[in-house]
């Protein structure tokens, strides 16, 4: 039986965080974020992390031949085996490319979901979005309460607002996202296993048009080029 990767698709805020650790539990798949463990690797220093900065800090795509690497190590890992939910990869056509290569015809099964979110929505999100250092979940300002305060109601670790979600590093992360990671809609609408829903309603709601996206591609696996 081949395994499935569920890859959550879309511009940066548009809550695929969030949407992928539910995904991930109602599969009981993990979900490998390229996002949260370039972090981990910042906080701790490694090479990895110390090169992969100077371009998150800007709000540039990490080089492919880095992330890839990362991504293929993880998916190697047992958990991975019946299937996994990927955010934040693929983000170019190449990394797209990478993920089938990693593994041989027909042991993959790839369904893509894009998270639709205009631009205006996403870039007031982001000036209102703490998140958890310690187990990455997101926030927003004006739901939690207390001033200055706020700590995560899963751990109790204090919120802290990301680097990267500054008005300056935003902006340019969602030029990036035009640019370099929107072309892939069509790479895999060419391929006939995409699928879009409306990210801008409650979280639940988008879940379940999510999990139907899921259901309604199944069977429908993506086709390989050549
Ligand atoms: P995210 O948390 O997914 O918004 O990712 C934060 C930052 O990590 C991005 O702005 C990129 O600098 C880097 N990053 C995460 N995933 C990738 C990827 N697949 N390719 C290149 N850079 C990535």
Redesign the pocket.
Known sequence: MSRLAIILFGP?AAGKGTQARMVGEAFHFPVI????I?REAVRNQTSLGNE?RR??DS????P?SL?DAIVKERLQREDCARGFIL??????VN?AAFIETAFKEGDLEIRVVGIDVADEVLIRRIAGRLSCPKDGKVFNAAAVPGKGGAVCDVCGTPLVSRA?DSAEVMQQ?LEVYHRQTQPLIDYYIGRGCYSAVDGDRPINEVHESIMKAVDANSGNPCRRNG
């Open positions: 940066p974020s390229t996002g949260d370039l992969a371009y998150m709000g540039a795509l990490v492919d992330v955010d934040g990869y693929p983000r170019t990394q990267d992360r």
